[in-house]
């Protein structure tokens, strides 16, 4: 029988090693903030996998997502002295700089009328998630079932299946047997027209 064990890590020991890397994290926001350019490939280095992630899960979408990571990293750079480790540690900060980004990303494409989207290459769902935050903050379900009643047919069938259906584009397209672009087409136009009745 093997008598070796897995290491024994105690909470105060992982506490330890978290406060470590934080520490390390606060002190490269602070020497970006002095304009130490070392510092700031340190921390794109060892952060971008997971900002990435952060905001490919919000955005869905590969181009959307390294673009909308650069702007994160470029707001880094610029506003590292507004950093106040007081109010939590620099991969909070970062983290929150990424989702607030790729928020306001969500939030331009969905609004530019008539603008091609390239979504669909993975669940449709976060996205919809995102519109639907902004509709349920201000209206009741009354209204959103009114602004839905308003749609055509084939719209609110495509809407429905993605917004309550949880189903990708890819998905709905298969239930409907329709194309994909007819399924795009039909959910952004739906989109677009639920937030006008409901602005």
Not at 47 to 63: A, E, H, K
Not at 97 to 104: G, I, N, S, T
Request: proline share 3%; net charge positive; with cysteine.
């Amino acid at each position: 029988m093997n008598s070796s064990r897995a290491p024994h890590y105690s909470p105060a020991h992982i506490s330890t090693r978290r406060t470590r890397r934080g520490s390390e994290f606060d002190q490269l926001v602070r020497r970006i903030a002095e304009g130490d350019r070392a510092a700031y490939e340190d921390l794109y280095r060892r952060t971008r996998g997971l900002i990435y992630s952060r905001v490919l899960n919000i955005v869905c979408d590969t181009g959307y997502a390294e673009e909308t990571c650069h702007e994160v990293y470029l707001q880094v750079w610029r506003s590292a002295s507004g950093f106040d480790p007081a109010r939590g540690n620099a991969l909070t900060w970062l983290t929150t700089l990424a989702h607030h980004q790729a928020v306001d990303r969500v939030r331009r494409e969905c609004s530019a009328a008539g603008h091609e989207h390239r979504w669909g290459v993975c669940d449709y769902r976060p996205a919809t998630d995102v519109v639907a935050e902004e509709i349920l903050r201000r209206q009741d379900e009354r209204a959103i079932r009114n602004g839905l009643a308003a749609l055509t047919p084939y719209q609110r069938e495509s809407v429905v299946l993605a917004f309550y259906g949880g189903l990708t584009y890819a998905q709905v397209a298969a239930r409907l047997g329709i194309g994909l672009p007819a399924v795009k087409a039909r959910i952004r136009s739906g989109l677009a027209q639920l937030k006008t009745s409901l602005a």
